[in-house]
């Protein structure tokens, strides 16, 4: 698979652990986020998102908290899985939707 | 199925030979968007485009051309290539500006020699 970063930061988890990605984003403006899930050899894929106006969103086994005070995104997966394992890139939009800002990922590996 | 495809997905070329990397997308989206993915440097923005006709600038946009004569298609264009440009691109959608979800393509790897 094509590989999307030699020196990410990496954070390995039991199986059925619960994991928490963190990430710090530039912009105050920017007004929605974005945690993308990206495997060897495929692009991000979406996992889930929220807007500024909110603290936490809540999906299937994924909680997204936003911290606008310190500008602080996380990721908690719960129960994590073997197909967890992938690098994780949180998002941020600006310039009124018009373009997205990466951070540079970290690879979560699941130990079965 | 609802996909955003490119082609090819694996290039070697060599410096200053013009090349294209073709984008389709099939869910009607207006926006679409290239980006570059570099180890260490994450995934950066070269252009995107907010419908026909319409395209801008994003973070990356040096030595790449774009073009978006129609809705479904968004073409990278580099005109002469160099080693610089080597890479793993990525083509998006969605539909349209604002806060919504980009939808990413499989991704072509690039090797400028």
């Known amino acids: 698979g094509e590989s999307v970063g030699l020196h990410l930061p990496t954070l390995s988890v039991q199986e059925g652990d619960n994991s928490i990605i963190n990430c710090a984003y530039s912009?105050?403006?920017?007004?929605?986020f974005i945690w993308y899930k990206q495997e060897s050899g495929k692009g991000p894929q979406f996992i889930i998102d929220?807007?500024?106006?909110?603290d936490k969103r809540q999906g299937q086994r994924v909680t997204v908290l936003l911290n606008k005070t310190v500008k602080h995104l996380s990721l908690q997966i719960a129960a994590t899985q073997p197909g967890d394992s992938a690098v994780y890139f949180c998002a941020e939009n600006n310039n009124a939707g018009n373009m997205l800002t990466f951070g540079g990922g970290t690879r979560l590996m699941v130990k079965p | 199925e609802a996909q955003v495809t490119q082609n090819p997905r694996y290039l070697i070329t060599v410096t200053g030979k013009k090349l294209t990397v073709t984008c389709s997308q099939n869910m009607n989206h207006e926006y679409m968007s290239w980006y570059r993915q570099d180890p260490g440097l994450g995934l950066r923005q070269i252009y995107y485009s907010m419908n026909v006709e319409v395209t801008d600038k994003g973070d990356v946009p040096e030595g790449y051309k774009v073009s978006r004569k129609e809705k479904r298609n968004f073409p990278l264009i580099l005109e002469s290539p160099s080693p610089n440009q080597t890479s793993l691109y990525f083509c998006?959608?969605?539909?349209?500006?604002?806060?919504?979800?980009?939808?990413f393509g499989p991704g072509t790897r690039l090797t400028v020699l």
């Open positions: 929220i807007r500024s106006n909110m």
């Open positions: 998006a959608s969605k539909r349209g500006g604002g806060a919504d979800t980009q939808y």
């Open positions: 912009n105050s403006a920017s007004d929605y």
